[in-house]
């Protein structure tokens, strides 16, 4: 596994365990590429998915699988007029309300969890504080500073004591060959 790859693992994994026991990411009314994740930029290659808890949460999940770093901007009140709040749980940078304009770097991915604003406001999902705090210092070093270069595992034969060897008689040994006949 390339270092890149191990510090992907450890941030995707961090989401999982926070957001997965919730019921989030089991949800039956989960929606790949729902209408509200846009692009500013025409052919922009950030994609996600949502998934609600109820009607009053979600979380988003982006991936790009560029090279290059793009935004994904999600319309929160797109034709509802709803007021809702949001924190991007990648970076554990930014809270706002309304439009969600978050950068996800090439290779990477990125996380954002929306709340009703009046349901939630004076207290967000449990625990989303300190979540926050460890996705932001889990983030601070972009994934392109990490190394791409893939490192073979040096393997080295180490005797066993514990081993017995066994010899065999070639004469009780079975030879099966295959002649292509099914």
Known sequence: MREVDGELLRRASAIERFFGPAGF???????????EIVSAERGAAVYGSRFPLGEHEAVYLLVNPTSRSDFATIELNRGTGDDFRWWDCHSGQHDGSGVAHVEVEGGGLGCVYV??????????????????????????????????????????MVPSPHVRHIRTR???LLLLVADGAI
């Open 115 to 156: 709340c009703d604003a009046g349901r939630h406001a004076s207290s967000p999902r449990p625990g989303l504080p300190a979540f926050l705090a460890r996705m932001r210092n889990m983030t601070h070093l972009p994934l392109s500073s990490f190394s791409h270069e893939w490192k073979y595992l040096l393997q080295e």
């Open 170 to 172: 070639a004469q009780n």
């Open 25 to 35: 990411l089991a949800s039956s009314d989960w929606e790949p590429h729902p209408q």
